[in-house]
């Protein structure tokens, strides 16, 4: 049989025996997973500093037992993967569900007071300018909320802008046990109104799920955010970080119509 003739019978098993192109990626050679060709993968190193220990990372990673408003159960799972290459989709795609004010987070003035929230003072509204900048690291006296007295002892030059305060919830890992704590250490009314008037401060950052002590919640929240001037970062992680001065950034999500966000922060040396 002559080979032409013999290549023509052929050309349909031929055809037959090709797998056909990815409808999504015609000219694509055919897809080969994860499981027909393994490819080596090294164990993703997870860090704390970056640049030699130049970049302190201070936002907490969310975790299912990462603890909760109010809750002895913790978030609890926030993450789901509808869409997952193991069940043949074309990439991973996770959805995220969870409250605003989790973890480190961010508070607007529509956080407790209704008519900015009419207004439109969400997150997105936030100064960025206020967010980054110097910032000074302070440790507060570990048997007291924050009072007038506490802030007065502390002595923060005027001028400073950006502080951090880090409290007795850091040494007890409050933002690392799954039960929320009504003890942690905050802001009472009056140490809040003392920073009002007698400091610079803008940018107020604490190491537990709120700026304002348990016992003085709103009121402190009220007197903190009524002029619209200071930003509340909650939830920050101060452990194995030196008391002074730094570089702080904080960048929370874009979303307008919130009143909370998370929020990533870091330090610079």
Not at 27 to 56: K, N, Q, W
Not at 103 to 127: C, E, N, R, S
């Amino acid at each position: 049989m002559a080979p032409l003739l013999l290549f023509l019978l052929l050309l349909p098993l031929l055809a037959a025996a090709t797998p056909p192109a990815h409808p999504a990626y015609p000219d694509e050679p055919p897809f080969c997973s994860a499981e027909s060709a393994p490819v080596p993968v090294t164990v993703p190193e997870r860090r704390e500093a970056h640049g030699g220990g130049r970049i302190l990372d201070i936002t907490h990673y969310y975790r299912e037992d990462m603890p909760s408003w109010e809750s002895d159960d913790g978030i609890g799972q926030f993450l789901w993967l509808p869409a997952s290459m193991r069940n043949g989709s074309l990439a991973n795609n996770s959805v995220m569900r969870m409250p605003t004010h989790t973890g480190t987070h961010v508070d607007a003035p529509g956080h407790v007071f209704q008519h900015y929230f009419d207004a439109g003072f969400d997150v997105d509204t936030l100064d960025l300018d206020v967010l980054n900048g110097p910032s000074l690291l302070v440790d507060v006296p570990r048997d007291q909320n924050i009072t007038a007295k506490t802030m007065e002892s502390l002595q923060i030059p005027k001028g400073v802008q950006r502080v951090l305060f880090r409290t007795l919830n850091t040494d007890r890992q409050l933002m690392w046990k799954k039960e929320f704590d009504t003890s942690y250490v905050g802001f009472m009314k009056d140490g809040a109104q003392w920073l009002v008037d007698n400091t610079d401060i803008k940018l107020i950052g604490i190491d537990y799920l709120s700026v304002a002590a348990f016992d003085d919640l709103i009121p402190s929240h009220l007197v903190l955010l009524k002029n619209r001037d200071i930003i509340l970062v909650e939830g920050l992680k101060l452990e194995n970080v030196k008391p002074g001065l730094y570089s702080v950034h904080c960048l929370p999500l874009r979303l307008r119509g919130a009143e909370g966000s998370p929020i990533r922060c870091i330090l610079i040396k």
